[in-house]
């Protein structure tokens, strides 16, 4: 059984959701208004929201670890 998701899409969010937060400050100058720049905040921290509750539904974080036996042998 397969353990994780064949397309990482809260990995995905997770960097948009970063590049969407970082990109005010790295493409407007210093003194541009301040609405563009809460725009891009909430976008971010919404795509931020999604990667987080994709994450939390994939099937690996609810899968029951199995654990290995205390026992040695030795041979």
């Given at each position: 059984?397969?353990?994780r998701s064949p397309r990482p899409i809260g990995f995905a969010l997770s960097?948009?959701?970063?590049?969407?937060?970082?990109a005010p400050t790295l493409l407007f100058?210093?003194?541009?208004p301040t609405e563009p720049k809460?725009?891009?905040a909430v976008v971010?921290?919404?795509?931020?929201?999604?990667?987080?509750?994709r994450i939390r539904r994939e099937p690996a974080a609810h899968a029951q670890h199995?654990?290995?036996?205390?026992?040695?042998s030795e041979s």
């Open positions: 059984m397969p353990s960097l948009l959701s970063a590049a969407l937060v970082a100058p210093a003194d541009s809460l725009v891009f971010g921290a919404a795509a931020f929201f999604l990667a987080i509750l199995e654990r290995a036996s205390e026992e040695v």
